[in-house]
T-cell receptor
Framework: IAGITQAPTSQILAAGRRMTLRCTQDMRHNAMYWYRQDLGLGLRLIHYSNTAGTTGKGEVPDGYSVSRANTDDFPLTLASAVPSQTSVYFCASSETLAGGNIQYFGAGTRLSVL | DQQVKQNSPSLSVQEGRISILNCDYTNSMFDYFLWYKKYPAEGPTFLISISSIKDKNEDGRFTVFLNKSAKHLSLHIVPSQPGDSAVYFC??????????FGTGTRLKVLA
């Protein structure tokens, strides 16, 4: 069972370029999330999705967009990358958005914006 | 405002001894807590959870204690093993999907 697959594993990107981080899950979970992890800070929620066709903003959504065309895929797009978006990005999923649900994480994408 | 704090960035423990990782929170509405373990170049892996209606939850070598009056929880690992060396995150939620994560504690178990 793969769980959550993220691609690419790492990427170096020039500032101003567009980038899409991919996330696919095979657990048929309804809810999916994108987090960023920065040194000295905990994981911070960027965007989430309750189910296919619906998305919502998390704690740090500016500069990012998401889509949820189907249950399995939840791509994160940086329309015009800036150096402050250098981070490690984690995709996660849970059965539902309800409280008490365990979130399962992918291995992450390390992004450097120069 | 750091709602979940892990004040010890790192901890070293001898193999076989107890590891105690601490986590403090400020939001009294938190009613569910998770602990995750993270190895380098991997995503966080769920370890153990506790609901605010309990003060203890145990799973094998891992026990989480919750002190609601002190807004404090701790993860005990007994006995500690070298494979437990990782970064541990605690996270709290107030009945929703929005988990607030701490900054993590790096545990090193010395053989």
């Amino acid at each position: 069972i793969a769980g959550i697959t993220q691609a690419p594993t790492s990427q170096i990107l020039a500032a101003g370029r567009r980038m899409t981080l991919r996330c696919t899950q095979d657990m048929r979970h309804n809810a999916m999330y994108w987090y960023r992890q920065d040194l000295g800070l905990g994981l911070r929620l960027i965007h989430y999705s309750n189910t296919a066709g619906t998305t919502g903003k998390g704690e740090v959504p500016d500069g990012y967009s998401v889509s949820r065309a189907n249950t399995d895929d939840f791509p994160l797009t940086l329309a015009s990358a800036v150096p402050s978006q250098t981070s490690v990005y984690f995709c996660a999923s849970s059965e539902t958005l309800a409280g008490g649900n365990i979130q399962y994480f992918g291995a992450g994408t390390r992004l450097s914006v120069l | 405002d750091q709602q979940v704090k892990q004040n010890s960035p790192s901890l070293s423990v001898q193999e076989g001894r107890i590891s105690i990782l601490n986590c403090d929170y400020t939001n009294s509405m938190f009613d569910y807590f998770l602990w995750y373990k993270k190895y380098p170049a991997e995503g966080p892996t769920f370890l153990i959870s506790i609901s605010s209606i309990k003060d203890k939850n145990e799973d094998g070598r891992f026990t989480v204690f919750l002190n609601k009056s002190a807004k404090h929880l701790s993860l005990h690992i007994v006995p500690s093993q070298p494979g437990d060396s990782a970064v541990y995150f605690c996270a709290g939620s107030s009945g929703t999907y929005k988990y607030i994560f701490g900054t993590g504690t790096r545990l090193k178990v010395l053989a």
